[in-house]
Nanobody, 126 residues
Framework: QVQLVESGGGLVQAGGSLRLSCAASGRTFSNYAMAWFRQAPGKEREFVAGITRSGGSKAYADSAKGRFTISRDNAKNTVYLQMNSLKPDDTAVYCC???????????????????WGQGTQVTVSS
């Protein structure tokens, strides 16, 4: 498994922006598709965005489309989530996840991912 550590969370006003980072170690980063999930209090963990090994293909939840951008830098072993136009509903713990299985599509299922970070808190005030 690959080890993942998120950073970049914090408190921001509605309409603001944050960039989350997820640093990977322990395995060859470019062998993993990556994704961001989030979990709000009292709600299930949900897929936010995913990116293929090369970064050539991306997928977004409807709630993230047009506001969030996932990217990766394989030379830095890091995946990013740029979040703009944040809303109070975006308040959650954001986790990155790694999928070491070669697939034709970016999975949105939690069980497809075999490595997880601890998460970083994002709080959006109204």
């Amino acid at each position: 498994q690959v080890q993942l550590v998120e950073s970049g969370g914090g408190l921001v006003q509605a309409g603001g922006s944050l960039r989350l980072s997820c640093a990977a170690s322990g395995r060859t980063f470019s062998n993993y598709a990556m994704a961001w999930f989030r979990q709000a209090p009292g709600k299930e963990r949900e897929f936010v965005a995913g990116i293929t090994r090369s970064g050539g293909s991306k997928a977004y939840a409807d709630s993230a489309k047009g506001r969030f951008t996932i990217s990766r830098d394989n030379a830095k072993n890091t995946v990013y989530l740029q979040m703009n136009s944040l809303k109070p509903d975006d308040t959650a713990v954001y986790c990155c996840a790694a999928d070491g299985t070669l697939r034709t599509q970016i999975p949105i299922r939690i069980k497809a991912y075999d490595s997880w970070g601890q998460g970083t808190q994002v709080t959006v005030s109204s």
